[in-house]
Structure formats: C-alpha cells, structure tokens
C-alpha cells in the first residue's frame, strides 16, 4: 500500500500540504490539489479511514454540487437542501457547473480534498462511474444524487418518479382522443430522462400505438434549445399532444407554438412537469403541468444524507417522490391534418434569392410568422454561396426577374451597385430611422456605399478562435506544454504561439497529445480559402494593393504570414484544399482538433456538440493577431421589383427583437443589437461577447474601388491569391515562385480593368 510519503515525491509537494489537502485545515490551490489527486489516485493511496471519520466527525461540513444557479427547480432543490442543514448545525459550501463535467470534477475533487462530511450532487455525468468509484467509494464518502443516478449504485438517490408521472400522463392523453403524442426531453444520460422515455414507451405500447422517432426529441434543458428542436421536427404541427420534462423546455415549446401559429390547448395540448411555487408559475396559458415540490426533493435528500452520516453502515437505498396532477380536465383534441390557421395571402409571393447557410435556414423557419402577421407570402430559394453571385447576374439579365430581394456577400456590394444589381434605399432608411437603429453599425455599414445604402444587414458576425478549454486548463497537459515550451499553456495570442499549441496537440509530433490534430483549415472552395490567408496577411499589415491601387502582393511582408500558414499546414490532417468549414467544424465538435478559427455562425453547433457528446468544454478567444475577417450578408432590393414595400415591411420584421432573438437560437447570426444587449443570451452563448468586441478590429474583404473605373469581382482576386497557396500544396512551385506568379497575374487583372490609375488622374 502506497504512503502519504509516496504521493507527496510523486505530486512534488510536501507531506505537509498533501495532509492538508486531505484534511482541509488549510487552503491548498486548486491546481497544486489537482496534483496531488491525480497522485493518489495513480499510488492507490488510501488515507486511514478511522483518521479520517474522526475529521468527519468534526467537520460538520456538506459539498453540494448543483448544475445550473438559473434553473428555478434546481434552485428550490437547494433551498430545501440549506433549509434541513443548517437547522442540523452544518455548514454549506456549493458550486455550480453549468452542465460541465470537468467543472463538476475538480468541485467533487475540492470538497472530497477539503474533507467534507459528505455531498449532494446533481451530476451532468452519471456515466462517469469510474470518477465516481475513484473519489467518492473509495474514500467512503456519504453521498446522495439528485434526480440523475450515476450507473453505479453505491451512493444514495433521491428524485421523482418520472416513469410513472409519464406513464400516467400519457395514458390520460390517449384515454382522451390523443394519437399522435410526443415526448421532449432532456438528455438521455440523465435517468430522470430516460425515465420519462420509458414511461412514455410503456403506455403507448400499452394500448398499441406506433411510436414515431420523430415524436421523442432531446434538448439540452433550456427553453432555447426546445424551440429549436420543436421547430426544426416536421412532425410538429401534426401533433396531438406535447409531454415536457421541465417547464423551461416547455416554454420554448410555447413559443415555436406562436411562430407556427399552434393554440394551446385547442390546437395541441401541452404538459409539463412543474414546479409547486407562487414566486414562478408556469406562464403558459391552457398549458397543464403536474405539482413537484422541488424544495421538499432538497429536504428528502439532505435527511437521507445525514442518516448515512450518522449511521455509515447502514445501506445505501433509493427513494422516489410521487408527483400531483394539477388537473386533469385534457382537451379532447381533433385529427390533426393542419394546426395551423389560415391566412389571407396575396397570390404572389415576396420571392428571394439567398446563399445556402444556416441563417438562412433559420429565418425560412421563421418567416411563416411573417406571412402571419402581414400576409404576404414568403418564398426562399437557396443557392450555394459560390454560385450565388452568378444566379444574381443571370436572374437580372432576364425579361422578368424571378426574386425580388438578394441576398449578397459583403465584398460583392461595389460590384452589386456599378452593376445595377441592389436598389438604393437611402431614402427608406432615413424615413425610418428606427429600421436602421436596430442594426449593429458595423454590420449596417456593410451596406454603405459613397454614403448610400443598399440593402440592410442579413448576417454580421467575425471570425473568432475556438479551443479544448478542458484541455487548456488541465494541469498535467499545461505542466507538459510548460516543460517543453517554457511558457505557460493559453489561448493563443500570435500566429507564431498558434503554431507551437498546434504542434503541441498533434499525436504525431506529441505522442501524449490527446487530440490527434492541433487544428484544421478549409479551403475547398476559394471563398473559405481565402479568409484563412488573409487573416494572416493582415497581422502583419500585409497588402495586396497600396493606396494607388497598385498591386504589390510579392513582398517579404506578405510572404512571411503566408510561410506562417503552411507551417500550420503540418498539424491538419488533410490538405486544406480537401476540406470545407463544415468538415472543419465537424472534427472540433468530435474531439479530433484542440483548435478551430471558424466564423461566428458556427458557434452554437459547435457549443451544443460538445455539450451533448460530452467530450469536454469549449473556450472562446479573439484570432490570433487580431484581425480576423468580418463576416456579412446583405439583403438588396432588385432595382426592377414591383414589391419595394412589401420587402421595407420584410426588413422591418427582420429587424424586430424577437425575430433576432429567435434567429441566434436557431443557430443564425443576427445582425441586429438585440442579441448582444440581452444578459440571457449572452450567458447562454458566451461568445456574442466576444463576437460584438471583434466588430472594432475585423477586416472588410472589399476589392479596389474607383468610381471611373470598372469593380474587380472579388472572386478573380482571392483565386489569384489562393492560387498562390494551391500551387505550393500542388508541388508545382516553391513559394517564392509563387508569389512572383501571383504579383504578374494580379497585375494583368487590376489593368483589364483600369487600375491603378495613370500617374495624371492620382494627382
């Protein structure tokens, strides 16, 4: 058996401090008792139990480890929890992981470390028994979870009866007309879930009803992500009924309910498990909810808690609370062919043509409400973004324009405009000061043009850096990065730090590295290529013009970045020129990449996988350098519509707080101010603060720009310059060469269409 002695050489620290790790008589700091757990639990090293129940004895202390502040239920849970503790006599220390597991393992480390009496756990990681086993069995620790039992049974569990509150609920709909019925949850993992599933699947067997995949959805428990998942289900509108886990997930089904245009309960009847309190109520009208007393879950467990205190050979049992039904008097509801209520619309439709992205999948999901409220018709059709610009050009050389409005990439907007491709709405805008307000001002100069405006903001984000903060804040990867690099382990600041925490996380170059890849870079196409170089090129005040619209883009300033690049190049595992952003994402969100620089846009997918796999906690920085790309999407009138007002009243809807609130939860990105100005979203998607700071230092991806002379498509300047990167990759030139290429090439661009200038016309 290993000694204290042992795991004080082995964690590089003294007896002394391991003893007080142990016995909490003084603070240690978390990373030096990080060590020393990863110590004992390497040697095995078991304390004396009889020493350490007589520090129980006195400690008087209980950890409880709750996963939300902001979650009402869970909230009650604790005060019940407080309220039985301290009229015992014992002391509470409690902490807070937001769904995070690594968070919930250093907190249990730091109570079990600090030598508690015991804890109360509401875990984000029940499958993690191995944890579990290795700090708290091992130790003898009373424990009781809460609502969500871990897949081993050797502490205690306390939580409602979900199975039967979702049998019975169900059967009660089905004894009342309701077919077609769905289940929205939290995550499976968690029992009190996964009960509710079960319970569901028993009575719908029960009375012989097929059961479609559709009809069970997963959320992460927020009233965001229910909306989501509930607008996103094509099932939806021909639903019966709607059982909700929790009343935050039912809120969100409330409003996809108002979107859709769905009466609760005459269209869909809806139920939640609910929380008994007069201070929050359910505020969803013809809604039923059952009663829980969350405060009295908090009492159960704390009492179950100090029976194994004072008696810890007693044996460890499970006990579930029964729920009340508030009421029972369920509308009977119809056949569900259409929930939806008619509108009066126009018989032809505000048609527009947009770039296939993920905000555009979001307000085509949204735009049903508009036709709503105004009815006018709505009829999107997406494109992909490479070929957007061309379909522009061809739907405008036609007799008849097909689309009314436009949407265009931001570098596009001097060619839009010397090509008769956007209206100007000046005029409109400064009638309507309020329309122009509500936009981010950066992203509404994205439409400006010699002081005029055309269009208004569709997408406005930046580009920021994405990182394993899991990973970053482990102590035995930072002490490794420390002892090979000789700094401190960080989100990266420089392109040069990029590439040494890149190469760091690459499996081939570090074998201990637990990502395979340091990072990874698109350039399937020129338009994702391009901003990967250019940001680079930025950093270091590279140009590809000067201020005379004179080309110099073969420059030991500009090929410095560029070497920079393909020095990353070596810790991806494909070629660029093989990989889309989407692939890019893809492998960050499954744990293959330490690293991502991706746009804003992706933020919440990449939040939300990591979050649901489990697999660790994203971080969030600014690019390297500081100057990343600004990222935008406008909306444009084609000059020849006979709609102009009906698409001013569309821009307006688009510019409304809910509909922009509703566009970042669908996993768009708003360019309006409300997003950034709401304190819920901001905790919910922590990089919007991150983003809103970025607007100050991104770059615009404009071309050259003289009245007298023809625009340049900015497409024929970035193939110039990805060019450069593809015939490297391609071993068709070295770099010098291929810059040299790149300068000849861009300089017979820029004269085919009028720049720079004769010396006359610049003085």
Not at 265 to 278: A, K, V
Not at 300 to 326: F, H, M
Not at 462 to 471: A, G, K, N, P, V
Request: hydrophobic residues 35%; proline residues 6%.
């Amino acid at each position: 058996m290993s000694t204290i002695k042992e795991v004080a050489r082995d964690a590089g620290v003294s007896i002394a401090t391991v003893s007080c790790c142990l016995s909490g008589t003084r603070n240690v700091k978390p990373e030096t008792r990080a060590k020393i757990m990863d110590s004992i639990e390497k040697l095995n090293y078991i304390p004396n139990a009889s020493a350490r129940n007589l520090k129980i004895s006195d400690s008087k202390s209980i950890g409880v480890v709750l996963s939300d502040i902001d979650n009402y239920f869970h909230a009650d849970i604790f005060k019940g929890i407080s309220d039985h503790l301290q009229n015992k006599g014992y002391g509470i220390h409690v902490a807070f992981t937001n769904d995070s597991p690594d968070i919930e393992c250093s907190k249990i480390e730091e109570f079990v470390s600090s030598n508690c009496s015991g804890l109360l756990v509401i875990t984000s990681q029940p499958q993690n028994t191995a944890f579990f086993a290795s700090r708290i069995e091992k130790y003898q620790i009373p424990t009781v979870f809460i609502e969500r039992r871990p897949k081993h049974s050797f502490a205690g569990f306390m939580a409602f009866d979900n199975y039967q509150t979702c049998r019975f609920l169900t059967e009660q709909l089905i004894e009342s007309g309701c077919r077609r019925i769905a289940i929205l949850t939290g995550p499976p993992a968690f029992s009190s879930e996964s009960q509710s599933i079960f319970g569901y699947h028993a009575a719908m067997k029960k009375y012989n009803l097929p059961v479609l995949p559709e009809w069970i959805q997963t959320t992460n428990m927020t009233k965001e992500d229910a909306f989501k998942e509930i607008l996103n289900n094509q099932q939806f509108p021909l639903l019966d009924a709607i059982i909700t886990t929790s009343e935050n997930i039912a809120l969100g089904v409330h409003a996809a309910c108002q979107i859709k245009g769905i009466s609760i309960p005459q269209d869909l009847q809806l139920i939640t498990f609910g929380e008994e309190s007069w201070k929050h109520p359910v505020s969803i009208p013809g809604a039923i909810r059952t009663t829980r007393t969350a405060f009295s879950l908090g009492t159960e467990a704390a009492r179950a808690l100090l029976g194994q205190i004072a008696n810890p050979e007693q044996k460890v049992c499970d006990l579930l609370l029964e729920d009340t039904i508030i009421h029972t008097d369920l509308h009977v509801v119809a056949p569900a062919l259409s929930c939806t209520k008619p509108v009066h619309l126009q018989q032809t439709p505000l048609r527009m043509l947009m770039a296939d992205l993920g905000t555009t999948h979001a307000i085509s999901l949204l735009v049903e409400s508009f036709t709503r409220q105004t009815g006018i018709p709505v009829e999107i059709q997406c494109t992909p973004h490479d070929l957007l610009l061309r379909d522009i050009i061809t739907d405008t050389k036609k007799t008849q324009s097909t689309y009314d409005i436009y949407m265009y990439d931001i570098p596009w907007l001097e060619y839009m405009v010397q090509n008769s491709l956007a209206a100007d709405i000046t005029d409109d805008l400064e009638g309507d000061t309020s329309l122009r307000a509500a936009f981010v001002p950066e992203n509404m100069d994205n439409c400006r043009l010699d002081d005029h405006y055309y269009g208004v903001p569709f997408v406005g984000g930046s580009q920021i850096m994405f990182y394993r903060q899991d990973l970053f804040e482990q102590p035995s990867i930072q002490k490794a990065f420390k002892k090979e690099y000789g700094s401190s382990l960080r989100p990266p600041r420089t392109w040069t730090e990029f590439n040494r925490v890149a190469a760091f996380f690459t499996k081939s170059i570090h074998a201990d590295s637990p990502t395979l890849y340091g990072t990874s870079v698109a350039g399937i196409v020129d338009e994702e290529f391009a901003p990967e170089i250019l940001i680079r090129l930025w950093t270091k005040n590279g140009m590809l013009w000067d201020a005379y619209k004179k080309v110099c883009l073969d420059t030991p300033g500009n090929r410095e970045p560029l070497s920079s690049l393909l020095e990353t190049l070596n810790y991806v595992e494909f070629s660029p020129l093989q990989v889309s952003i989407d692939r890019t994402v893809s492998d960050f969100c499954s744990g293959k990449t330490a690293m991502l620089v991706t746009y804003t846009e992706y933020a919440n997918r990449i939040s939300s996988s990591l979050h649901n796999s489990v697999i660790g906690r994203v971080g969030y920085s600014a690019v390297p350098g500081h100057s990343p790309a600004r990222i935008g999407w406008n909306l444009g009138l084609n000059p020849d519509t006979n709609r102009r007002s009906d698409a001013l009243c569309f821009f307006r809807w688009l510019a409304r707080k809910d509909t922009s609130i509703y566009m970042t939860i669908l996993d768009g990105q708003s360019p309006t101010l409300a997003p950034y100005q709401s304190n819920e979203l901001q905790k919910l998607y922590p990089w919007l603060t991150i983003t809103r700071d970025s607007f100050a230092y991104c770059h615009k991806r404009n071309g050259p720009y003289n009245r007298s002379s023809l625009v340049i498509p900015p497409s024929k300047i970035e193939a110039i310059l990805c060019s450069i990167l593809k015939k490297i990759l391609l071993k068709q030139a070295s770099l010098p060469s291929a810059m040299a290429q790149g300068q000849t090439e861009m300089e017979s661009l820029f004269k085919a269409y009028g720049y720079p200038k004769p010396l006359h016309f610049i003085l």
